[in-house]
């Protein structure tokens, strides 16, 4: 079999987005969402959905799209699809094309595999979890301390096992404003996450993740001290990502675990490197850093030395890669962002169902569908098709949107 052609259709289609940058509900936004297909000369085909920024609801932008459809599109025709590990060598060589674009690549070549095997990615990687554990995991900026204690109940009472916050970056929780010169607001974190775990009980698990906002190590560690007094599972991402040796100062200064690299690039190379520094005490990785072979080679570098692999963000993909590792490595999956108002369990208009539908007992089950489970609705695209790529971060409002889609 060899791979006869990359396309990408770029398709008009609308979702709730979250205005992270102004901490509000922005209802039926429309924007740009991209097909990727990977076709070859037995008619067996392999798609991904999205793959930019943050993960399968964003469509590839221009830039993207360009280094898919010549560099990438001319080393892939001619190859077998079902040389993952061969093509998956040359992402990691042939320079300038970004991760997320050859992440898009291998994960097309999953569902191709999947496809052609009548399998679903999870079965043909090594099933290990046939439903996974969901936690909740909310928008950044959702509010004030109570707004978050009110939502993390209401998650709590819908069955989620977990919950994660997201706090409050370059946004004032008290005016409600962006704060373009401030990214955290360490005070309220603090009564953000007292708040929630007032409202949820002692025994609830919860999480938390700043997003690599705190700027000094004193404001690092004086969170943490909290987390651990109110008993949070893990601190996830709290100050950049390229001060390696501040976070294994961190590790050692407190007893929580420490969970990151999150958004540092090099995939599993980096998250390698960091296990060996003693930088992190759990560590994380995505489709869209290394593909779906990535991201199982990183939780299998974690089984290895017995941490934690926590799976970054939702998806079809990032769910596929749960359920081929063993939950004592990679325990739950990222269900959100998630905020008031925002629907959650509603499939895109482009898919007739989603992939992460929440079971009343917390967990979700994996997709039965063979490859990644897709059940596209085609008519919908045909519909909807445009010429010009993703035009979301060129609508001169805030990039900080998120989808629950
Ligand atoms: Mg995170």
């Keep these: 079999m060899k791979i006869t052609d990359v396309k990408v259709r770029n398709f008009r289609t609308h979702a709730d987005f979250w205005d992270f940058g102004h901490g509000k509900l922005e209802p039926n936004a429309e924007y740009i969402q991209t097909l990727t297909t990977i076709d070859t000369d037995e008619g067996v085909s392999g798609h991904y959905i999205g793959g930019s920024m943050r993960g399968d609801h964003l469509g ?147 999480m938390y993740d700043p997003w690599g906002t705190y700027m000094t190590f004193e404001d690092a560690v004086k969170v943490g001290r909290e987390l651990e007094r109110l008993d949070f599972y893990w601190y996830e991402h709290p100050m950049p990502e390229t001060r390696v040796e501040m976070y294994a100062k961190l590790c050692r200064e407190l007893d929580i675990p420490v969970l990151s690299p999150e958004i540092a690039a090099g995939g599993v190379f980096t998250r390698a490197e960091w296990i060996l520094r003693d930088a992190s005490d759990m560590t994380r990785i995505d489709v869209h850093r290394g593909g779906i072979t990535g991201a199982r080679k990183t939780c299998i570098v974690a089984e290895a030395y017995g941490i934690r692999c926590e799976v970054h963000m939702s998806g079809w993909a990032n769910l596929h890669v749960i359920g081929a590792t063993h939950e004592d490595t990679s325990e739950y999956y990222e269900k959100g962002l998630l905020a008031p108002g925002l629907p959650c369990e509603k499939a895109p208009p482009y898919l007739k169902e989603r992939c992460d539908v929440i079971q009343p007992d917390g967990y979700i089950d994996m997709p039965k569908g063979p490859g990644l489970g897709y059940d596209i609705n085609w008519d919908f695209i045909e519909d909807n098709l445009v010429n010009e790529p993703s035009n979301i971060f060129h609508t001169g409002r805030s990039p900080w949107r998120g989808s629950a889609s």
């Design 60 to 206: 590839l932008n221009a830039t993207e799209q360009e280094h898919l459809l010549h560099r990438a599109r001319n080393l892939l025709i001619g190859q077998n699809p079902f040389d993952r590990e061969l093509i998956w060598k040359w992402m990691w060589v042939a320079n300038n094309i970004p991760e997320n674009v050859w992440g898009v690549v291998d994960n097309a070549l999953w569902d191709l595999a999947g496809n052609f095997a009548g399998l679903p990615v999870y079965k043909l990687m090594g099933g290990a979890q046939d439903r996974v554990k969901a936690y909740a995991s909310t928008v950044p900026n959702m509010g004030s301390p109570d707004d978050y204690a009110k939502h993390a109940l209401e998650c709590k009472n819908k069955g989620y096992l977990a919950y994660k916050i997201h706090p409050h970056y370059f946004w004032d929780p008290h005016t409600r404003q962006p704060t373009p010169g401030r990214p955290s607001h360490v005070a309220v974190d603090i009564e953000t996450c007292q708040a929630v775990r007032a409202a949820v009980g002692p025994d609830y698990v919860l």
